[in-house]
């Protein structure tokens, strides 16, 4: 993990990470301006820059605030939500609605209203009944909203015949299947209010090899040839979704982006030259790899547990609650002691959390200098997928996010109050 130590402190992006913990309290999640900017600049000099008519659409899931939208705005990127909260969020914001695009599974008829009532840039439609009621709810609106097609790629990979011999198990996407995809397409053609631009996919999430990419983009080509076919029609997009990894422990090495994106793009150009197509617009979701190692965790060491041959816990002031992919999948992660960050690591330790739960565990036998109570615990790699999956289990107030850069620190999240987590609840005038 690249970090620099003064005075024995950790210092992410010139703040004094023991400070910060000081100031605000913890636990407390850190983002690091300046390395979220890094990526975003390399994204713009790889891929924007370096190619025609391409465009980056930052998947907000991965960490969606307030700042979080106007840093991707800044920097000219489009972006992609998920559900109302998400729009809401980025429409607070002031991001402009025409870059925003929405994916999701499972769209409400509310948040297919509220998208085209505020004129999203982009609806993927991910599901059959979606074209219909896109359809008429833009004409009520006297609209018209351009969609694209999420597809599940995995089907067919070896074959590309579309002719479908048996669907990949995805709640994502609609099928490469002659019965459901192709009729759809041309419905979307067809249908008043609808302006059907091409073909969506998101392979997978924190992928460090780029076959399933260059697989996938291969099977959305033949599909752009195959409706221009079909139904003498050009596709004009194509989304190759997000997927790219990040390091979180030293096991692993990221790729640039460049990895992925100058493949994926030459099969584009040439497959276009090939068959003599105008090259379609083409947009990536990264999400995680935008924020995730720009991010950190602090905690406040508290319990100590040692059990003499086994192992010696020592227990943090938060946990799962704020980082759950530990929990969820076995996730790994390393830290180190942000107040003693010049020392060398002396003794084996396991880090857990306070919730509830005996997969509350962070980090497993990790090599720590001597941990006493009231150590600052830092995770490392913690930008993406924490805040934004956090939770109250345990009642556990949902933490502050600090935002640092250039020894400057600025709060965007406040720590939720014991008063905010029980807000919304009511009880009932027989139980009082
Ligand atoms: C989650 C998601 C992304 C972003 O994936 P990362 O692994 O965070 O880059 C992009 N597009 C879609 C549709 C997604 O669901």
């Not at 999640?29 to 890094?38: K, L, P, R």
């Amino acid at each position: 993990m690249d970090y620099t130590v003064e005075n024995g402190h950790l210092i992410w992006d010139g703040c004094d990470t023991v400070e910060l913990a000081k100031e605000y309290g913890t636990p407390l999640y850190v983002f690091s301006q300046t390395m979220i900017e890094e990526r975003l600049q390399e994204l713009q000099r790889d891929f924007v820059d370096k190619y025609e008519n391409v465009r980056v659409a930052y998947a907000s899931k991965a960490f969606s605030t307030l700042a979080m939208m106007k840093i991707i705005e800044k920097q000219g990127f489009c972006l992609e939500v998920l559900s109302d909260g998400e729009l809401h969020t980025a429409i607070q914001a002031g991001f402009p609605a025409e870059k925003i695009e929405i994916n999701g599974n499972n769209k409400s008829l509310a948040e297919v209203e509220m998208a085209i009532e505020h004129g999203v840039g982009r609806i993927i439609v991910d599901s059959l009944h979606e074209v219909d009621l896109i359809s008429s709810l833009a004409q009520e609106k006297g609209k018209t909203i351009q969609v694209l097609f999420r597809i599940t790629p995995e089907v067919n990979v070896a074959t590309h015949s579309f002719i479908s011999t048996g669907q990949k198990d995805s709640k994502f996407g609609i099928p490469i299947n002659e019965e459901i995809l192709f009729p759809l397409v041309k419905k979307a053609i067809q249908a008043k209010g609808i302006e059907f631009l091409g073909f969506h996919f998101h392979v997978g999430s924190q992928l460090f090899e780029n076959e399933a990419h260059l697989g996938a983009v291969d099977i959305a080509l033949d599909l752009m040839k195959e409706v221009r076919t079909r139904f003498d029609y050009a596709v004009s997009e194509l989304n190759f979704g997000g997927g790219y990894g990040v390091q979180y422990t030293d096991k692993d090495v990221r790729q640039p982006y460049s990895y992925f994106l100058d493949p994926m793009m030459e099969r584009v150009l040439n497959f276009c030259e090939r068959e003599g197509f105008t090259q379609p617009a083409v947009v990536i979701e990264p999400g995680r790899s935008i924020v995730a190692e720009a991010g950190i965790s602090l905690h406040t060491i508290g319990a100590i547990k040692e059990l003499p041959e086994i192992r010696k816990y020592v227990s943090i002031d938060g946990g799962m609650t704020d980082n759950i992919r530990p929990g969820l999948y076995d996730a790994e992660y390393t830290g180190i002691l942000a107040n003693k960050a010049d020392q060398a690591p002396i003794e084996t330790v396991t880090v857990s959390g306070k919730a509830c739960e005996s997969t509350d565990i962070l980090v497993k036998d990790l090599k720590l200098p001597a941990v006493e109570s009231g150590d600052i615990f830092a995770t490392f790699s913690t930008g993406a997928y924490g805040y934004s999956m956090a939770s109250n289990y345990n009642k556990l107030a949902i933490p502050a996010v600090v935002l640092v850069k250039e020894g400057q620190s600025n709060l965007i999240v406040k720590r939720q109050s014991l008063e905010q987590m029980i807000e919304n609840e009511v009880l009932p005038d027989y139980l009082k």
